[in-house]
């Protein structure tokens, strides 16, 4: 940068600096959230985004939200799959976000269970939620302002990891909660939370 550049600060560059200070972002589980549940997917070809998900993702984003997905994935220490086949399942759900102009920020998984069948991955992880060590990490990694963030899932063990890393929780599905947001799919808790971000800023 030469001299003559200092000082002089573009409006548009100084908001989107201030915005990304924040860096708020979503924590979001994977199975029932983003894609169909379908136990231990094991093919890229079986990954089937949920209805609407791509639309309130791209809300998210136009938020300024980060949207980091994380996902405890025992299947591998139960010896379901692989940490290879694993990888094609996530290039092929971000592809398919991709095409719907979503990028995520990340992807983050445990591959751990304390009852695996596969020793390299047989561990008591506190990557594994309801442990909050992955949204720690992403925190970490990715310089995420967890207060301002919320994690997303479809179980209790999902609110409370969000809320033991310091987020606010979103529960998706019926049952009793904890969570600040219930609501029925993503799309709806996407709405609740924008909703109560804005009255908040
Ligand atoms: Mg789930
Ligand atoms: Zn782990």
Not at 23 to 49: C, H, K, M, N, S
Not at 176 to 196: G, K, S, W, Y
Request: glycine residues 10%; aromatic residues 4%.
């Amino acid at each position: 940068m030469t001299s003559e550049n200092e000082g002089v600060v573009c409006p548009l560059v100084h908001g989107t600096l201030l915005h990304r200070a924040g860096r708020a972002a979503i924590l979001l589980d994977r199975d029932g959230v983003l894609i169909e549940d379908t136990g231990y997917p094991d093919d890229p070809e079986q990954i089937i985004v949920l209805p609407r998900v791509p639309e309130a993702l791209r809300a998210l984003q136009s938020e300024g939200f980060r949207l980091v997905v994380v996902t405890n994935q025992s299947g591998v220490a139960r010896g379901k799959f692989t940490l290879e086949r694993l990888d094609e399942i996530h290039d092929r759900l971000r592809s398919l976000l991709l095409a719907q102009g979503v990028e995520l920020d990340a992807l983050y998984y445990c591959p751990h269970h304390a009852g695996g069948s596969v020793a390299a991955f047989t561990a008591d992880c506190d990557h594994r939620k309801p442990q909050p060590g992955m949204l720690r990490t992403a925190a970490l990694e990715l310089g995420l302002d967890l207060d301002a963030s919320w994690m997303i899932g479809d179980k209790e063990s999902d609110v409370r990891a969000g809320h033991a890393a310091g987020c606010r929780s979103g529960r998706i599905g019926a049952g009793e909660t904890a969570a600040e947001v219930q609501a029925a799919d993503l799309p709806e808790a996407v709405a609740a939370i924008v909703n109560r971000t804005r009255d908040t800023r």
